[in-house]
């Protein structure tokens, strides 16, 4: 019997009020994930044509077409996000009249400098510089995403004794 009285009260103790629950979930940096989350819903909603040009080296393409699966076409901007546990106090925050600026020096984490532009209390750009280094490769990759008008994702690698190769995807709707 008095075990399980000992497992009764370690399940009572492991059981945190839903205060405690919201305190642990809390994101210590601009919850990126989330504003995706709800751009990709509102634009499968939508379901606007996108002039979509894509920039391989030298060579383009440009086509209008449908997305039907938002989530999927912005996970380069989810993946981004800075909330991640590993990367807790990684990153410098600033404030200006234009918005949020987050920046980190650490090598262990590739986002180098997410902002958040402003205007009048509305988001209305995201600019994310993400880099990887080692010895062998190098990558550069940029992210760009205007509400209701744009989105860029521009990628320069360079891997060692190889020619370097660049490309651009710009969405616009």
């Known amino acids: 019997m008095r075990k399980y009285a000992l497992l009764f009260v370690g399940f009572l103790m492991s ?44 060579s383009t393409e440009e086509k209008q077409v449908k997305i039907t699966n938002w989530e999927k076409e912005l996970s380069a901007f989810v993946d981004a996000d800075i909330n991640k546990a590993a990367w807790k106090g990684a990153f410098q925050s600033r404030t200006t009249e234009a918005g949020l600026q987050y920046t980190s020096t650490s090598e262990k984490v590739p986002v180098k400098r997410l902002q958040i532009f402003k205007r009048n209390g509305k988001i209305s750009g995201i600019l994310i510089v993400l880099e990887n280094s080692n010895y062998l490769y190098r990558s550069t990759d940029t992210l760009r995403y205007y509400p209701d008008s744009l989105y860029q994702i521009q990628k320069s690698q360079q891997i060692k004794l190889m020619s370097p190769k660049r490309y651009k995807i710009t969405g616009r709707f």
Request: proline share 2%; with cysteine; hydrophobic share 30%.
């Open 15 to 58: 059981c945190g009020t839903p205060e405690q629950e919201q305190r642990s979930t809390k994101l210590e940096y601009f919850d990126l994930k989330g504003y995706f989350s709800k751009e990709a819903t509102s634009l499968n909603r939508s379901a606007a044509l996108v002039n979509k040009t894509v920039v391989v080296n030298d």
